[in-house]
């Protein structure tokens, strides 16, 4: 194999009720990663980087998400002498709460482990994948990696030993996301957020979390609606989304099970209990921005249950 | 019918990593209560209370939570002109940890709702039964009535609400219930918690308490006993048991899934794969608050099912 070319999901972290443990992955948009041979000299560049608009992205190996994750894992399989040529295709926007970091990490480990004839597993290429985003988000913290890498909705237990499980996705779960055109860098986001919660609302967010993993398991669509609530995190973030508030009452007017904020922000996703709702209340989220004259755009998706694909290799 | 007889079993709350949210109900001990016709007079009395050793409980009924748990049904039920006397026997210590007042209360509810024909149905008592125990703790909670009522392990979304969910339980689960020979009043255990906690803290206890719900519902004791800790309450209510750090030490040490403290206290619980380890666990928690100067009683049950017995009627 020559050269191989992947697709990494976009994905929702936070999920209203489970602040650094819970994400999922979504069909579009996301970030195509080429990995190819180069005979010509040694070790990993970065060849090229498209799709970043008027914002740049590093092409240092050690300073680039993508580079950072497949070094840890060439140098792990003992092939760091290896000429491999990445491209990042940046197929969505960064800094908008959809996991941009996280699917380029993703997609680099899958496409060079492809290359190299697959000796690891997917899930063994977490580890890799999570050491790669550290270095856009200076923690480690699987949220947006593991569904960008396996797909579905993932729990982590444990970022610390990568405890991750994949949940039971209920049938007819579909998601619109809505991407306004409004910077929040990560670490702004993190600074909004007190240092403590009060123990009353940890216990309601507890009771929400645990019915939204009870709902996952027991195919409740209801009971996932009456748990998608975020009583911590989305009081102290929403002020840094312009028009929040009428953003989340248009998708739950519109009969959303739940709406609350992708990732950071501030991209605003809303769960419906099928696709022709979700288009409709992304419509209606997307109108209630245009009335504060934010443009955004709009992502109607199932829950996308494969995580990185591989588009072609020859 | 004339007299019913009723079992209400004792129950764990909080079970680690669900504070107010999360209990179950184990075989023994608990509460029997008699509710009985006096065709004599009007109106509920509390004719007899046995059981409660050198403590009194008081027999008036808007004091005593079987009492005003029946007490409300009764009028609910538009039957509050009844003649009917309750007798409350104490089959378990109270101020242990293990819901006694709750379990009279859900028992008290249940024998009122039997004598008169079962005009509601199990889960439509709960509201009933709750009110009962707000008199003993002075909140509106239902993670112990809950448990004691229907049986299994239960969980709560809203107490608000009482929008409650009997979880799954993995085959095989056991468990050793320690209480020791110790006083917490439920309101002295409330006054050592914080009124905030570290948002780092609150992340991995929501990761433990996602984890543990996906457990029940996967069957998984492995993950199951990964995600018994206890982050944020036992690190402060330990303090209130004297050896608690030894007898933990006893229970992880011989194999207990995971070991912390049964609702406010002083009881100990540990959950195992099997009821010869639990055995083994509960005797070696039992050596270790011995080894303190603490006497204790030890039960070893798997989880109730059931909730509150019939165990005669005539």
């Known amino acids: 194999m020559q050269e191989v070319r992947v697709f990494a999901p976009a994905t929702v972290a936070n ?3 489970g602040f650094d443990i ?3 992955a ?3 948009p996301g970030d195509e990663i080429v990995a190819r041979f180069n005979p010509d000299r040694k070790g990993l560049r970065i060849t090229k980087i498209t799709g970043t608009g008027d914002k740049k992205l590093p092409t240092e190996v050690e300073q680039n998400t993508a580079g950072v994750a497949a070094q840890r894992l060439l140098e792990h399989l003992g092939k760091a002498e290896l000429g ?3 491209e990042v295709h940046k197929r969505m926007p960064f800094g908008s709460g959809l996991g941009s970091s996280a699917a380029s990490a993703a997609g680099a480990v899958v496409a060079v482990n492809e290359l190299l004839g697959a000796p690891l597993s997917r899930e063994s290429l977490l580890y890799f994948s999570v050491l790669g985003e550290q270095v856009a988000d200076g923690s480690f ?3 947006n990696v ?3 890498l396996v797909g579905g909705i993932t729990l982590i237990r444990s970022n610390e030993s990568l405890d991750v499980h994949k949940l039971p996705v209920p049938d007819g779960l579909r998601v619109a996301v809505v991407h306004p055109e409004i910077e929040i860098l990560t670490r702004d986001a993190r600074a909004v957020l007190s240092k403590t919660i009060e123990l009353s609302l940890a216990i309601q967010q507890m009771g929400s979390l645990a019915s939204f993993i009870t709902a996952l398991h027991t195919n409740d669509l209801p009971l996932l609606g009456r748990s998608l ?3 911590v995190i989305e009081p102290q973030r929403k002020q840094l989304i312009k028009g929040f508030d009428d953003v989340k009452e248009a998708a739950m007017s519109r009969g959303a099970l739940g709406c609350s904020i992708s990732g950071a922000g501030p991209s605003v996703f809303a769960l419906c209990d ?3 709702l979700a288009q409709a209340v992304g419509q209606g989220m997307q109108d209630a921005f245009t009335a504060h004259g934010v443009s955004s755009q709009l992502y109607v998706s199932p829950i996308n249950q494969t995580g990185v694909t591989i588009l072609s290799s020859k």
């Open 22 to 24: 819970l994400g999922f």
């Open 26 to 28: 979504i069909n579009r």
């Open 15 to 17: 999920v209203a009720v």
């Open 274 to 276: 099928s696709g022709y």
């Open 84 to 86: 491999i040529d990445l």
């Open 146 to 148: 593991a569904p960008s």
């Open 229 to 231: 609530h975020d009583y």
């Open 141 to 143: 913290h699987a949220d």
